[in-house]
């Protein structure tokens, strides 16, 4: 049986060899055994494990959307599509995984108004994260579940100048300006951080 400590252990060296999957994996572990009582620390190391297992995909799905766009490459447009939803699934299901992960291992648990500012603020942006390619019924769904993750954050008592406050309104002024449009919310909400 492989403790905490060799978990964490197992997850920084998977991070070394880009074994995203791998430390997500090994970090499951540390969050089903300790919740919400991760280190500010161990935050940091689930943050960069969950964000390196998706960007490779996001960046897929902004590239294909570009070529998209090129009319030289109209006659494989339907490939491109398809080749892009399997991608976008991949990332869906990530998300929707490291979604799951928070809400089953963490935030059924107690843990310090930093650490739940954290935790749901990062549930909104990997609801943030599937909005950039859902559509219809799901777009619907993932915005407002996004939006209710970063009013929820946006109540928890933080000092002024806590990096994580000072994220959240970022990730929330992105999330209106990028997936919301409202423009205007976007800039109350950046200047009202400052």
Not at 50 to 75: D, H, M, V, W
Not at 99 to 116: F, H, P, Q, W, Y
């Amino acid at each position: 049986m492989v403790n905490v400590e060799e978990k964490i252990f197992l997850a920084r060296v998977a991070e070394q060899a880009e074994r995203f999957e791998d430390m997500v994996n090994f970090l499951d572990s540390v969050l089903a055994e300790k919740g919400g009582a991760v280190s500010s620390d161990e935050r940091n190391l689930l943050s960069v494990a969950f964000k390196n297992l998706i960007s490779g995909k996001r960046a897929a799905c902004r590239t294909i959307s570009a070529i998209e766009q090129n009319p030289k490459y109209s006659q494989f447009k339907p490939a491109l599509l398809t080749y892009k939803g399997e991608i976008e699934a991949q990332l869906t299901k990530d998300c929707e995984q490291i979604i799951g992960m928070i809400e089953n291992r963490v935030l059924g648990n107690s843990c310090t108004d930093e650490a739940k500012a954290f935790f749901v603020k990062m549930v909104g942006d990997y609801y943030r994260y599937i909005a950039e390619n859902a559509k219809d019924d799901q777009l619907e769904r993932v915005k407002e579940a996004a939006r209710k993750a970063y009013e929820e954050a946006s109540t928890i008592d933080l000092p002024a100048c806590n990096p994580i406050k000072l994220g959240l309104a970022l990730n929330y002024s992105v999330f209106n300006y990028e997936v919301l449009r409202d423009h205007k919310k976007a800039c109350e909400l950046a200047d009202n951080a400052l």
